[in-house]
């Protein structure tokens, strides 16, 4: 960029840079949201709930659904196809 440009865009400095915090904050917030780490301990959580006799077999086929929807939805999110 020239001076005169620099100049010019000066007053809308402050605007680029909170765009700039709010995409770093959206992209580390899908990152962390689309992170299949924290499913896989719930699955794993889950089935040990169950042999344990916390919770009972349709429960168990509940929720093991939901999360494996969720992997899928993790899944396809990590291949592009939002």
Do not use: K, N
Not at 24 to 32: F, N, P, S
Not at 61 to 67: A, G, I, Q
Request: net charge negative.
């Amino acid at each position: 960029m020239g001076l005169l440009t620099q100049l010019l865009t000066l007053p809308v400095a402050p605007v680029r840079g909170a765009v700039w915090i709010a995409q770093r904050v959206v992209e580390e917030a899908e990152e962390e949201y689309y992170d299949p780490a924290p499913v896989w301990r719930e699955l794993r959580e889950l089935e040990s709930r169950l042999v344990r006799g916390e919770i009972d077999q349709d429960a168990f086929d509940h929720r093991e659904d939901e999360l494996l929807d969720r992997l899928d939805e993790i899944d396809a999110y990590r291949r592009g196809e939002r």
